[in-house]
Structure formats: structure tokens, C-alpha cells
């Protein structure tokens, strides 16, 4: 079951005893919540149990103590099952890293061991509604008022939006500074807040079961000791934190690639047209060949990749092409597939009609993929 060089005995125990309890715990009610529209919170309590949750974070705090490779595999098997469970992998790989790498002692002991059971689950508020890949522009602001900030202002398009209560918000506690970037810092506002509201879940083309939501914040007042980190360096921590998100988008996109050609490989075997299959066209097999070429090539380079970020090393601009690349190969496939599957692909009884709705977003969200060429251009000295 290994998929990658890294895994080991205890990997490849790991992803199966996961898959076994995504087939019995989520594959079966997954076509219900696209119709809900929403994740169970009983399903979060469950993998808190299981330990599929944050665990990486070490064991004083409830974790495992665990590398990134661990998440990779969660990431993978979650994403086989459905897009809308991305929300899990935010949760795990990028909300609740800020905290272990930038919150204290005492904000890990508060936070940290309910993230890993599932009591807390996070969301990172970045994004507003004039303000997207654009982070040094944020309109938000967080003024001191003695041992409180009084955070003022509106984000949108928030993972997790609907059930976090534990939620990372990127504000400008200076901003007059003459370098915008620099008056950007990281509030936890945790729900129940005065002055903290949700607005409505979000309607999207694709990923239903996953809440997106707005969150408006109004004279709310947040307490000193929720700052991450230290006040002015915010946009810092977000560029910091930035490789391991972009990275966990390729991921998804890859995996939702080879599961769409496994789809598609099964279905033309058993679909028939003119009398055989149609798998036994040249052209069928030409298209599943040249789909399966460009999954070896962005496996191939997305093994390394998480090798070297495991090891520590900065490889934001390989991460940058990957995110691009590999989510416009997994769009250029959704479109493959479902051609393949003539009109029943169209059809939301088969997965792969939720694939092809759902896997646009990923060339957007996390920076688009107009701003990982920016980024790539940028750093090849042009």
C-alpha cells in the first residue's frame, strides 16, 4: 500500500487503518453531507479519537508527536474520499502550526489539546472582500486599548468558517506603518466573543459539504494574550507558513488526480460502444496515457518536495511551480474523465462529476496560480 520511497512499516499501518475508518465513517455518508451541506461535528469528535487529528503536535500537549509525513497520509486518504473534507487538512497542516510554532507556553497548553480532540477546530482568516492573494492589504484593524485590541472589520471565504471557534485572524494593529506588511499581526479570536459574528455559509459551485463562511468583526474586543507571536510580524509568519499550505493544495490536487484516473480506467473497461469497450479505442488509450504520464511526473516531484520540506529545507519556489502545476493538471483531467464518461459523467450519482466541480478552486485558493508564477518569476531573478 506504500505510495511513497519514505514510507515505512509504520506508514503503510497507518494509511490502512486510517482508509479502513474513512470506509466506514465517511465514505458511506459523504453523498449526505454534499446534500446537508455541512461536515458533522461528530465526525471531527471521531478522528480527535482516532488521532487523526494535529498529530503532529507533541505529546505534552495531546498529540503524537508525529512528522508531516503522517499528515501527508491523512491528507491523501481524505481527499480520496471527497474535496469537501479539506477543511480537516487546514485544520491539521496549517491553522494549528501557527500556534505550535508561534503561540507560548500558555496558549499551546489552552489550545493546543482541545485541537486534537476535536473540541476546537480552527480556521485562518485571511482573505476580505477587496483583498484576496494581497495580504499586505488587509483592511481589518486590531487597535490596542489597554489589555484588549478592538478588532474592527470583515473576512470572507473562510475554511472552516461555520464550525470553527478557534479562528486566526490577520489584522492591522499598526496601520499607519509606512511598510504595510509591517503592521500586520496574527489574533486568536475564539467564538463567543462580543463582537464576533458569523455570517452566512457560503454557496459554492463545488466542495457542498465543505462551510465557507464570512466572519465580521465589530468593535470586538480580544485580549492581549491572544496575539501570536509578536505584534508587527504577522505578515512574516504568514509567508513562513505559506510553503507547507501550498504544498498540502498539491497534494490534494494530485491525489484527486490519481483517483479520477482510476475512476475513469474502471469505467471505460466496462463501458461499451459500437460493440467493445471503449477502452479498446486508440484514442480512449491514448488519453488515459498521456493523463497517467503527467501523474507519474507530479508524483515523481512532489515525493521530493515533501521530502525536503520534512528536512527543513526552503523550497518555496519548487512548491510555488507544483501548487500551479499539478492543480492545473488535475482541472485538465476533470475535463478528460468526465469526456470519458460521456453523459453519465455529468451525472451527480458518479464522483466524478463532484471532481470536476470541485477541483477548480484549488488553482485558486492558497495564492491563485497567477500569483505562484509571480512568486516563481521573482525568484528566478526576473
Not at 502550526?97 to 499551546?108: D, M, R, T, V
Not at 510553503?243 to 480506467?265: F, G, H, P, W
Not at 515523481?300 to 525536503?308: A, D, K, Q
Request: hydrophobic share 40%; with cysteine; charged share 25%.
Amino acid at each position: 500500500m506504500a505510495k511513497y520511497k519514505f514510507e515505512s512499516t509504520e506508514h503503510e499501518l497507518f494509511r490502512k487503518t486510517l482508509r479502513k475508518f474513512l470506509a466506514e465513517e465517511a465514505e458511506p455518508y459523504y453523498p449526505q453531507w454534499e446534500k446537508d451541506q455541512l461536515i458533522p461535528l461528530e465526525f471531527w469528535r471521531k478522528l480527535g479519537e482516532m488521532g487523526y487529528l494535529c498529530p503532529q503536535v507533541e505529546e505534552q500537549y495531546g498529540g503524537l508527536g508525529l512528522d508531516f509525513s503522517f499528515g501527508v497520509i491523512i491528507q491523501e486518504e481524505l481527499e480520496r474520499i471527497g474535496s469537501s473534507l479539506i477543511g480537516v487538512g487546514l485544520h491539521n497542516d496549517i491553522v494549528v502550526p501557527y500556534i505550535e510554532a508561534y503561540g507560548s507556553n500558555e496558549q499551546k497548553s489552552r489550545w493546543l489539546p482541545k485541537c486534537v480532540t476535536g473540541e476546537n477546530i480552527t480556521a485562518i482568516a485571511m482573505t476580505e472582500p477587496g483583498t484576496g492573494s494581497d495580504l499586505a492589504n488587509i483592511q481589518t484593524t486590531a487597535i490596542r486599548d489597554g489589555d484588549h485590541y478592538i478588532v474592527n472589520g470583515q473576512k470572507t471565504f473562510i475554511t472552516n468558517g461555520i464550525h470553527a471557534n478557534l479562528v486566526v485572524v490577520a489584522v492591522k494593529t499598526n496601520p499607519q506603518a509606512e511598510k504595510k506588511h509591517r503592521g500586520i499581526s496574527l489574533l486568536v479570536i475564539e467564538d463567543g466573543t462580543p463582537g464576533f459574528t458569523k455570517g452566512r455559509k457560503l454557496e459554492k459551485v463545488g466542495m457542498h459539504a465543505q462551510d465557507t463562511a464570512e466572519l465580521f468583526f465589530e468593535d470586538c474586543r480580544v485580549p492581549v494574550e491572544n496575539l501570536l507571536g509578536e505584534e508587527g510580524k504577522g505578515f512574516i509568519y504568514m509567508m513562513e507558513k505559506l510553503q507547507q499550505e501550498r504544498l498540502a493544495v498539491a497534494i490534494a490536487a494530485q491525489t484527486a488526480a490519481e483517483d479520477m484516473l482510476a475512476l475513469t480506467i474502471d469505467y471505460v473497461k466496462s463501458r461499451k460502444a459500437f460493440g467493445k469497450p471503449i477502452s479498446d479505442f486508440q484514442n480512449t488509450q491514448f488519453k488515459i496515457v498521456e493523463m497517467a504520464t503527467k501523474i507519474e511526473l507530479g508524483k515523481s516531484f512532489l515525493e521530493s518536495l515533501i521530502e525536503e520540506h520534512i528536512a527543513g529545507n526552503d523550497v518555496v519556489t519548487k512548491v510555488s511551480m507544483a501548487k500551479y502545476w499539478i492543480t492545473e493538471n488535475a482541472r485538465e483531467l476533470a475535463i478528460q474523465c468526465m469526456q470519458l464518461h460521456g453523459g453519465y459523467g455529468y451525472m451527480e450519482e458518479y464522483k466524478i462529476a463532484r471532481r470536476y466541480r470541485d477541483i477548480p478552486v484549488m488553482s485558486i485558493y492558497a495564492g491563485t496560480n497567477e500569483v505562484m508564477k509571480v512568486i516563481i518569476a521573482k525568484n528566478l531573478g526576473l
